[in-house]
């Protein structure tokens, strides 16, 4: 797998913890990209584990008795497709863990699942408030819901936080005879917002992977200079393990 | 339990069968106690029945053979009933003044381990001494020069900046080429261990003391200096410790002649070697056939390995003397050694107190026991010893008179629990009130230690009760006193104490009656077989001591919080005490609970970066732990004594500003809805679930822990989910939970929930904000947002744009705080010395605004110093050695950010003394201490 993230200098070899999570207290702010420090599997046994990124998705619903364009299908077939040791089970689908490797690092996504109806919306900013990515999906089956994505993408732009990594999300693409939202529309309007661009189905497993993929290369690497900190002050972990519950 | 729990004199083994590996564990029981001698009797017991498990207990039951018999003899002794007891406390009453029965107690245990009073463990040294060779700040530049001029051996720890870890700093002889070698710690969890070696210790001073004794994965054991290993008493120690880098220049550090084995300072009182072998007696050595050492060679990685520090020496004896184990038989003939090492008392003075209270002379009997069961053991070696030494004739005496004594403790047990529980409570005010953190441990380790000033302070039956906690069978009580006694240093309340305790506050919070209930789950305990009671006790004693580190380390923080002496105990109770007395010095609730947030990530941030944590939290948590530690101490020692008042204040904010008032009507409002009107489209909760989430809550009220509440929020929003899925088996996410959880909470109707949101949300260590609870949190908030936002005509329309300032307000508030405060940003505070000619200086924390004038800092200076001619009296800055007299309409607090504000940082102090005062600074040094930054 090709890493997204340069090779940062490693002179602390190994022990990335207090390092890569010094300034605990903030770690996850508008910076966004976040550690969590868990065993590695490298070869010398000690490898990088960083990267817990925090992830809103916005969406939009056709209307509340659907089901929804499937946004938490999305999520939850990419958290549980693969069996992971490393995440703890998170109560519900509203909030999921999954660690990914990438590299020779691990990236954490935390994804914050944000209700999208209407009456919800304005409680949006709080979910995507420090988040690195959003991926926002639609229903490929439904152009409404593409104008709604619209909606979301400005104001993540207007009010969302810098550098936010976007994807779009066209969901049920095993449903394409009923499709109403051309691919290349889709594709056109990404690309004029710089956003990746992805046509999944949580049904049948496609794309899932790329998606989250696509998003995890497009994270930028670690602040250097959040790496260094000033050594007076080296601050624990975000809770690794699964004993804690809150994170 | 798949493994087996062998508890001897003080080590606790546990052969983990699945795992194949071997704990040694630091459990510190110092003692021979009774409850060892059935957990011996049990254990052998047991070994006959899982002999083959386990090839380590195999090679103790051969050696042990004989003292196991006359073990299982006793414990058949001890069912013959009340009758020895009776009267062997009788006759200790008669022989045994209550000063000398503290001696009586504390000599074996002295001897058996080494405790201070006699001498000193390699732990020990380690302990008083960290500030000469835990020296974490020092370049691999300094270290060099400072070794440098030392024998090969010789080390320090310091951090190197180049690996962002600790090292070793080993001095290497010539032929080595290099003159140092560094050996990086690893830093794990719960542990500490050095690169390439497969054992684990709990703390970095237990990480030393064992590769001076053993070198495992170092070309040779580490040396303390001469100074040190020699020293005799712990207050040469402190001494020495004094010096702190400067030892290594001083004279202090002198060498000897021709360096001798370093662990074998020979001592003329014979105490020494006597000690050391003692450690035999019980079979222990043979335990060790397993050194750390070996241990380490059958580990592939992550194995761990818990060296209980009291060994240590027995091991250093292996390596330092014969490099061999003596051989099996040793330890009986050791063990007649024994009773040497006690210094020798005088007999016992008779007291008459036996008649007239039986009572108390059957309260005081077991609480000799541990020392009862210890001679009884060594007596029992003695007479089987194949080489004994001589006894004093009184220690004969009583031996054989302790031997009957055994079988009345025993039959005690029934009362025993009961007041072993009793003397708990005792102990925690006793904890609480103490100033620093030594002082408990000290005040316990006092009546055990022989030091019959303390012991004649207190009511004999006092005593008697401890001793009886020594025993009781099924708490862990007794571990507490053990672990104390092993690290005298500390303070720190034992561990299993500390769990219990833990425990207890956990159910303070969680049932409201907390002492009905734990005396009730007390009391159940002694109905337990006593197997599984010593079981448990054991598996107790080995969880506490995987939590200890972090549990002590809280603990000690929260004492020195409550410790005026010190800079961070002033701060800490001048704040809390401020807050409660100043109820207006806040505009709102959010104010108010960001100053308090802000307090304590300044207040963390000063504890990790002051010496006033002694020994740095460095040496006992592993880095990432300690933002985790620091955090819940903070908890304890500034939320805990705050909760009731923030909880009013928050009421009186909300009530003023209406905010209150419009919750309760729009909760009326959203009740009367039906779910699918609030977009609830899954299955909701019924009757009972509510029931069950308001019970949730309720308890929730309770903790001081915005964690703990957390906690509880998300396992209501579990609970949720259950209900949810349950009634449909599909997955939903927050198009569907957020709806659901506010009709949740509207249905519970608890207007308090919306404080404690905002008091999680305010207080919640900002890390925790990404995770689970930070999603939960803010769902939370949300729905309690489009509750107190619900309109009729509003239903489905966005809030109001002021509500959505606020959450953007308090989201950008909680993220983007990225700067690290340090202490010296303590906005709003100004810290100020009063020095008088007389007494020195005490300093205050004051509260003083940006503008406030020098003229009002005196005022109040006046007033809290309780100055009573306040015209005599100014406001001066001391810095570069100079003092100023500040003027009237100076900004002190302007002032203050100026010299910060310098390139280089400057000392300086805000001084409020006389005007005519002459011999400046001469006094000011003295209390220069205290001021630290202002």
Redesign the interface.
Known sequence: MLSPYPDRPRAHDGDTGAQSVSSRGWPWLTGSCSLMKCQCWQESGKGRLRSSDHWSLGTTRWNVEDTGVGKSSIVCRFVQDHFDHNISPTIGASFMTKTVPCGNELHKFLIWDTAGQERFHSLAPMYYRGSAAAVIVYDITKQDSFHTLKKWVKELKEHGPENIVMAIAGNKCDLSDIREVPLKDAKEYAESIGAIVVETSAKNAINIEELFQGISRQIPPLDPHENGNNGAIKLGKQTTQASRRCC | MEGLWWEINGTVLLTEKDLGRTVVESQACSRASLEETSAWTMGTRSLDKRGSFFKLIDTIVSEIGELKQEMVQTDVSLENGLEPTEAHSMVRHKDGGYSEEKDVKTCPRDSGYDTLSNRLSILDRLLHTHPIWLQLTLSEEEAAEVLQSQPPGIFLVR?S?????KVISLRLPCEFGAPLKEFAI??S?YTFSLEGSGISFADLFRLIAFYCISRDVLPFTLKLPYAISTAKTEAQLEELAQLGLNFWSSPADNKPPNPPPPHRPLSSDGVCPASRQLCLINGVHSIKTRTPSELECSQT?GALCFINPLFLKVHSQDLSGGLKRPCIRTPNANGTERPRSPPPRPPPPAINSLHTSPQLSRTETPARMPETVNHNKHGNIALLGTKPTPIPPPRLKKQASFLEAEGGAKTLTGSRPCRAREREPEQEPGTAGSPGGAPPAEARGNCTRAEPASSESRPPWHGGRQRLSDMSISTSSSDSLEFDRSMPLFGYEADTNSSLEEYEEESDQETMAPPIKSKKKRSSSFVLPKLVKSQLRKMSGVFSSFMTPEKRMVRRIAELSRDKCTYFGCLVQDYVSFLQENKECHVSSTDMLQTIRQFM?QVK?YL??SSELDPPI?SLIP???????LEKAMHKCILKPLKGHVKAMLKDFHMADGSWKQLKENLQLVRQRNPQEL?V?APTPDIVDVEKIKVKFMTMQKMYSP?KK??LL?RV??L??TVMENNSGR?????D???VLTYVIAQCDMLELDTEIEYMMELL????????????L??A??AL??IKNFQEEQ?????SSE??DT??Q???RR????S?PSVDDFQNYLRVAFQEVNSGCTGKTLLVRPYVTTEDVCQLCAEKFKVGDPEEYSLFLFVDETWQQLAEDTYPQKIKAELHSRPQPHIFHFVYKRIKNDPYGVIFQNGEEDLTTS
């Not at chain 2, 239903?795 to 809030?799: C, V």
């Open positions: 951090k900046t180049k690996m962002q870890k690893k830093e969890t990685n990530t941030n990790s970066q460095e880095e990432d732990q300690i933002d985790v530690v977009g489209f964690e957390v906690m998300l929003c579990k949720i989910y997955m939903y996410g927050a198009d939970f957020l709806p260590d900002p890390s925790l904000l990404h995770g689970e609870g930070g999603y939960y803010t769902s908030y949300g947002s489009l239903a489905a329309r966005l809030l509500t959505r959450l953007r308090w989201h950008k993220t983007t705080n990225r690290i």
